[in-house]
Every structure is written in structure tokens, then in C-alpha cells.
């Protein structure tokens, strides 16, 4: 691990931050795709009786914020404060509980702050040089890093801003962009010397490639800085010639890089913590940020690993604070498989576009955590959405729980007796050992599909059983079903708590088994004894009606954003050929095929792929017919993960062209598990 070294085991106390979200406009899909799996990982984490203390806060400073609040006539702190508070309001409304949420123009962030940089000064790491900023001649003045954009050294794009390439995500210092432009202005810019202050990075060298070795969370978070680091590191200026931010100490004509502050809100908002929360010393921020005995796990977008995995652990580990155990760095987000694009109108917003519309938190919580692997891009649709929501949420989830307790209530006027059958028991454990495994892998996708698998197997438990056959001709049995169903119900709804707090509250208040968020794995084996209630059904299908609403709003937002289908294809991201041959792409023959009972266009395959028959889930239903599939060769993609799709898993990809669903094949007869190269 790195300088924390933090003792594995479910005593470690647990920090887990999320980015802070930028203080100069409303949440959007882009912003949940970390939010919402940060909140879902803590609440796992809690699921296995670990102490953990949860945190964020609003990112107040920056040149981004003066801009647009000079563009307003307004003063940064009125905008930035105003955007802090839509923010604390609005998690709440999705679920996302931190535990403190602050924001970085806090005293407690600007003491801690200006304390850190005196302690980087104080052991040798912080020097002062001339360097070259950004001038424009017309308006006679300097301009910082958003000031100013032009052509990114590293990968050409014409569009980059002064601080940071969104194409190559490289972070940029002052003088480093190429055919500068004032944003200002909108004149050309001119290159002037300026004194500033620089954080001696090159020295972190060595510490930086023990520290990304031994780095927990997603492997992009570990891939990237490797070639950072190999490629040689430059030392960054930390100051701005701005009124917007923490002064630097003793130098009141600067004020600090907006990523120096930044994440030192993380150490901020838990001394808040600790200070507000009456069951803890005030001191027990330091627990974490000065304790070798405790873990902290980051949870990132993509867009921002070189902050968090290079800037970051260095400032820390040069002032003598604890440095992140794990970093999770989220994929991309497109919209109707095109970049996520606010400016361009490719965006879903948070309040318009969902709050609004009333769908419930637990949708779009689901949605998000298990439709791809956190460090994958989420390609978010509405049509998309909507099969989830209904093929997943409510027919396999909230149809199985309804079922089992509105027989059980209507027949027994409460919980059955019974007892707990093998292979239920079996089930259960193996869902919690999933689950488990998933929290240790980092993996909030397999956190849902480990309650949803478990509901599915519920599923096929009582239609097996067909309990309500069974109320007539053998009673005993029936209750002995039902007192299964109904703890599978319990365990599922417990092991999907994480992903969907609020349905899983609702499942516990049916079976009257108390408080659900504070329950932790020991209790998915325990049984029902509470006097159940009349249910309601969970979740209501998302109509037709609404999606083609939706989706004509997306598009008339989007219009003619100037891309054709011809320039995107041929714009299409390329990728290396090292990253093709990760692929596990092989033949296959099917051995069975059946439809899936209650879906549309899914049916359920068994293929032979050399050395083992794996399961497969797949959209042919009303394309093929199931008899007609038995025995053909089809090619699929072994190596992805595990996907739940209607409460099966899906054990690999079957590659098809087109509406009709063409099946790749082969023309001669390769034999299964022979490797397409």
C-alpha cells in the first residue's frame, strides 16, 4: 500500500472522498457517474460493520468562477456560493449522504491550506522563479490558465485551455501552450515573464513510482501516472496572479493554484467532521490523515487521475501527511454513444431532464452503478435506461418481492414458519460472498449485481414452487416456499441497499425488520420475524410516452451541433492495438436456447467455448428462433465482465451486425474455443 500501509482487515477505519464538484453550475449526468457509485461503495463498505466516514465539498475557487462571474456582473463568492448551496441541497435528493460537505472557502480549508504549503516550504519543496504567463496587449493584462486557450504540446488539439487538455487529459503549466489566444480578448496572446512560486515535483520521482505501484482502485488510476512518471516530471507552479483564492502565506499579490486547495478540502471537510459530530474527539480527523492504521479510497472521474495520483500523494507526502490507499477513476460518459458534452447540448441534467420528470433516486442510482465497470465509459440513452429500469427493477426485483410477501400477507396474515432450505442458504452465501469480494476489488458493479443475481435466483424459486398452487393442495409446503421467498427477498433488498437505499428501506418496512441501513451482511441469513405488512409494488414501469419525450427534449437541445454520422465515423476514438489484443474474441457453438419468460427481445444461451460452456444472455428474441440456434457456430467475446441482465448473468458477448441481429460466424468449421486473431 503506500505511506499509510493500512492494516487489511474490517477494523481499518475507512475515509472516502468523492471529487468536489466545481461551484459554477448545476449537476448533470457527468457529475453522478461518481458521485452516486462513491455513495454506493461507502454504504457496502458499511455493509460489512467497517467504520467509515464519508466526505466532499464544493470547489470554490479557480479562474473558471471569475470568468463567468465577471461575465454576470457578479462577485466570484456570490456565484460560487450560490452554486455550494444547490449543491448541498441537491445530493440529498439522489441518495449521496456524506457526512460532511464543505467547500474550499471555508477558514478551515484556507488555515489548512496555507499550514500544508508553510510545511512544503519549510522541508525544501517549494522555490521561486520567473516563468512565462499568458499577456493580453489588447486589454494590458495577464491572463490565467482558463484565460487563455490554445494548441496543447503534447497531442496537438487546437482547443485546449490553458490549464489542462481535455484530449489528452494532461495537465498544463502557464507558458506551455502552443499559439496562445486571450478569452478576453479574443486577440492573439503574447508570453511575459512573471515571478511565482513552483512545487519541486521531479523530486517525487522515486516516491511517486513506489506510490503508483502500491496503489490500490482501478487500474487506470495505477496505468496512467506509470507514463507520466516514465516520461519525466516537471515541477508546477503553484501560484496565480488572481483575487480569487487562498492567499499564498505571507505573499498577498498571489493566491494559490486552484489545485493546491482543492483536494486539501478532503482534510478540510474531515477535521468538519470531526468537530461537528459528537460521538467523536475532535482530533479524529487525524486518525486518517496522520494514522498508518487507517485507509483512504478517492473516488475520481478519469479526467483528473493526474491530480489525484501524481500532484496530490506528492504535496502530501512532502508536508508529512498520510497518502491515498486506493484511487477509483470512473470511464467516460457519452450520450447516445457520442462524448458527453454540456457546451454541445450532448448532456442530461440532473434537475430538468430527471428530478423533474419525479423518476425515483433508486433508477437512476442503478442505472449508473451496474450498466458497465466503473473505470468503463457509461454510454447513457434514454431507451437504454428505460430496459433497465423496467426488464431489471421491476420485473425481476420488485416483481419477485411483491409477489412473495403479497402471498404471504393475503395467506398467512404475516410471516410463514419455516425454515431455511440448502439451497436457498446456499444462494445467500454465495450472494454475500460475492459481494464481499466485490468491495475488495473495488467493484461497485459487482456490489449490484450480487443483489440482483440473488433476486433473480428468487425468481426462479417461485415460479418453480408455484406457492400459490400449492395453497390448496399442500399448505405446510407453501408456507415453507413462501418463508424462503420472503428471506431471499430480505437478503437481496440487503445486498442492493448500497446501489438503492430508499427500495431497499421500503422492502425492510414490508417485512418489518427495522432499520436496513444500519444492518450489516450478518443479518442477510437471519431470519423474517417481523409482522409483515400489506406490500406495494416497488417501482412503476417507465412508459413509452416518457422516453419519446425525453429523447425528442436530448435532440432538440443537441441539434445541429455541426458533426456528421460520416465525420464521426470517421473521427471514431482509434485505439492501440495492444488494447485490441486484450480482446478474447473466440468461436463458439451453441448447445442450448430458450426464451427468457416476461422479456421482449431476450433470450437465454448455453455456449461451448473450448474448455467450458458459459451462459450467455442476448437480444435475439422474435429475431432467431431458439431451435434454429441449437448446434450453430457464433462468435463471442470471453473476457468482459460478468454482466446481470433480467436477473441472469451474461458470461460473455455474442458479436451480431446490425437491427436483424446477423450472427457472425465462420465460413469452414472451426471448432469451438478456436481464438479469433
Known sequence: MTDNDAADDSETPTLVTCALPYANGKAHLGHLRTYIPGDAYTRALRKQGREVTFVCGSDMHGTPIVVNAEEQGREPEELAMEYHDYFERTFPRIDVDFDNYGHTHEESNFRRTQQIVRALEDAGHVYEDEMKVAYDPETERTLPDRYVEGTCPYCDNEEARGDECDECGRHLEPGEIENPVSKVSGAPAEYVEQTHKFFALSEFRDFLSEFVDDLEGTSNARNQPKQWIEEGLQDWCITRDLDWGVPYPNDEDLVLYVWVDAPIEYISSTEEWAAKDDDVP????????????????????????QHHCVFWPSVLHGAGYSTPDAVMASGLVKINDRAFSTSKGRAVWLDEDYLDEEFPADFIRYYIVSYTGFENDLNFSWSLFQERVNNELVDTFGNFVYRSALLAHDNFEGTPDGELEDEVRGEIESAVDRFEGAIDDYNVKEVAEAGMALAGFGNEYVQRNEPWNLMDEDEERAAEVLYNCLAVAKASSLLLEPVMPSAAERVWETLDEGDVHGATLDDALEPVEGDLQEPEHLFEQVDDEDIERLETRLQ????????TEEEEETEADEIPFERFEELDIRVAR?????????????????????????????????????????????????????????GYDSEAMLLAAGEDADLLTTVGDSEPGTQVM
Do not use: C, M
Not at 282 to 305: F, L, P, Q, T
Open 282 to 305: 475532535d482530533d479524529a480527523w487525524e486518525r486518517y490523515w496522520r494514522n498508518d492504521d487507517s485507509e483512504i479510497v478517492h473516488v475520481i472521474g478519469g479526467d483528473i487521475i
Open 556 to 563: 432538440e437541445r443537441i441539434g445541429d451541433d455541426g458533426e
Open 590 to 646: 451453441v448447445e442450448t436456447a430458450e426464451e427468457i419468460e416476461d422479456s421482449d427481445s431476450l433470450l437465454l444461451l448455453n455456449v461451448d467455448i473450448g474448455d467450458e460452456v458459459r451462459q450467455v444472455v442476448a437480444g435475439l428474441k422474435g429475431l432467431h428462433a431458439p431451435d434454429e440456434l441449437v448446434g450453430e457456430r457464433v462468435v463471442v467475446v470471453t473476457n468482459l465482465e460478468t454482466a446481470t441482465i433480467f
